[in-house]
């Protein structure tokens, strides 16, 4: 059912900034890892992922590090535009078991 | 772009009535899943299938029903809808084998009134 009165954490940077998106995940023993982007009224889209071998992975435009010493992951998004704006979850699993998301964060990029 | 597709993508009902939300896919994944998705708020698994004639549920407590007699096709039907059940519903696949890439639907936005 609906929640009320519950805000995502929002980040706001300027265009052409570099945005760090963060996430904490809760199993230590989580072996891949996926960052999404949600535009409004879309679905989730897949931007890049990491395994549990590796700290750091680079795209196009963006990179993923993972510190599993305390369960961090962030996505950095370079000379950010505003088709960046969106909200972007992380998503955890383990094992080839079901994938857990969190709860998102809100980027909001200022022309 | 993945092929992936929900219909309908909003749905305004009354309370009792029985509804279907449809998703296919064109990818030929075996694995497919239905997460509900309050505003703001992150997914949560109520639905999935490793392939024909394989349902699970998923962590959050469902009143919906699924089935997955082609591989193509995923339905979620609700009964008997319910205010409660106001939310969006996301349909994704992934090929199987392990962890991999989920790819979604645009999702359906559901409200019951």
């Known amino acids: 059912g609906e929640s009320v009165g519950l805000h995502l954490p929002t980040l706001s940077v300027q265009e052409g900034d570099n945005s760090i998106i963060n996430c904490a995940y809760s199993?230590?023993?989580?072996?891949?890892f996926i960052w999404y982007k949600q535009e409004s009224g879309k679905g989730p889209q897949f931007i890049i992922d990491?395994?549990?071998?590796?700290d750091k992975r680079q795209g196009q435009r963006v990179t993923v590090l993972l510190n599993k010493t305390v369960k961090h992951l962030s996505l950095q998004i370079a000379a950010t535009q505003p088709g960046d704006s969106a909200v972007y979850f992380c998503?955890?699993?383990?094992?080839?078991?079901?994938?857990?998301f969190g709860t998102g964060t809100s980027l909001t990029v200022i022309p | 772009e993945a092929d992936i597709y929900q219909t309908p993508r909003y749905l305004v009902i009354g309370t009792g009535k029985k509804i279907t939300l449809e998703c296919s896919q064109t990818?030929?994944?075996?694995?497919m899943y239905w997460y509900q998705q309050d505003p703001g708020m992150e997914l949560h698994l109520i639905h999935y299938?490793?392939?024909?004639?394989?349902?699970e549920k998923g962590d959050l407590s469902s009143e919906s029903t699924v089935s997955r007699i082609r591989t193509e096709h995923f339905p979620l039907t609700l009964e008997s809808a319910r205010p409660s059940h106001t939310s969006q519903y996301l349909c994704?696949?992934?090929?199987?084998?392990?962890?991999?890439?989920?790819?979604f639907g645009p999702g359906t936005r559901l409200t019951v009134l």
């Open positions: 199993n230590s023993a989580s072996d891949y």
């Open positions: 990491i395994r549990s071998n590796m």
């Open positions: 998503a955890e699993n383990f094992a080839g078991n079901q994938f857990y």
């Open positions: 990818m030929g994944h075996d694995k």
């Open positions: 299938s490793y392939g024909v004639n394989s349902t």
């Open positions: 994704a696949s992934s090929e199987g084998g392990g962890a991999d890439t989920q790819y």
